[in-house]
């Protein structure tokens, strides 16, 4: 059990300074690891059922075996953490465009670092996730990657997005060049903290195979009130 409350990095970023805090929650005396933009919160180790249910309903989506994951947006880890629960993965590439969260995991600052840092089948990539997807995920060669399933968990919404210009990839030609980066029988899985989106939901059937928005309901522990958040899954045949 940690200290009452513990700031363990603070750094400057180009969306502002971006702060790894550690709380003891004294309702349930356990340590909770939260991320915050200024004094705004971003994510908390309290609630992670919505982070944790992108992997697990996008991966049971998919028959394909030998799994290339990709994740966007690395936060505290649990999007990451749970895809490499499934035995399939043999790799697993995850974008962050903040340097000082990768570096709380390369320095095991986050709860789930060091399993992730030590994974032989996980590497962390600087890089804003949406210009890779506009360029088609290119390796080091040039040549554009595929995979098995791309997981996604940046943005609030398709809708409440942290920067205008990622509101291009929610759109048909986004959604079509996603397509193109995804394997015959991957999965693409979104996490939303919106109700389903019906608008969404037409752009992802008209590029995808298969599209569904699965609303996945969690006890919030401080309140007692349950939460939702909208988890959408798209597969190519």
């Not at 929610?170 to 079509?176: D, I, L, M, S, V």
Request: net charge negative; with cysteine.
């Amino acid at each position: 059990m940690s200290r009452l409350f513990e700031e363990l990095d603070r750094q400057a970023t180009a969306i502002g300074e971006i702060s790894l805090r550690r709380r003891l929650e004294p309702t349930l005396q356990i340590d909770v690891f939260e991320v915050k933009i200024g004094e705004d919160g971003l994510m908390s180790s309290l609630i992670t059922d919505g982070e944790e249910a992108v992997s697990t309903l996008g991966l049971a989506a998919t028959s394909n075996d030998d799994l290339d994951v990709l994740v966007g947006g690395l936060g505290l880890g649990y999007t990451a953490h749970t895809a490499l629960l499934d035995t399939r993965v043999r790799s697993l590439r995850v974008v962050d465009a903040l340097a000082p969260v990768i570096d709380w995991h390369n320095r095991h600052l986050a709860p789930l670092s060091e399993s992730l840092d030590t994974d032989d089948r996980c590497e962390f990539v600087l890089g804003d996730f949406f210009d890779l997807a506009a360029r088609g995920f290119p390796l080091d060669d040039g040549a554009p990657a595929t995979f098995d399933a791309v997981l996604l968990d940046i943005d609030h919404s398709p809708r409440h997005l942290l920067d205008p210009k990622n509101a291009a990839f929610y759109e048909p030609a986004g959604t079509e060049l996603l397509v193109q980066s995804i394997r015959p029988g991957g999965v693409y899985s979104l996490w939303s903290n919106d109700p389903p989106d019906d608008e969404y939901l037409a752009v992802l059937t008209s590029a995808f195979d298969t599209a569904v928005a699965e609303v996945v309901t969690f006890p919030n522990v401080l309140t007692g009130i349950d939460t939702s958040s909208t988890i959408y899954v798209a597969t190519r045949a």
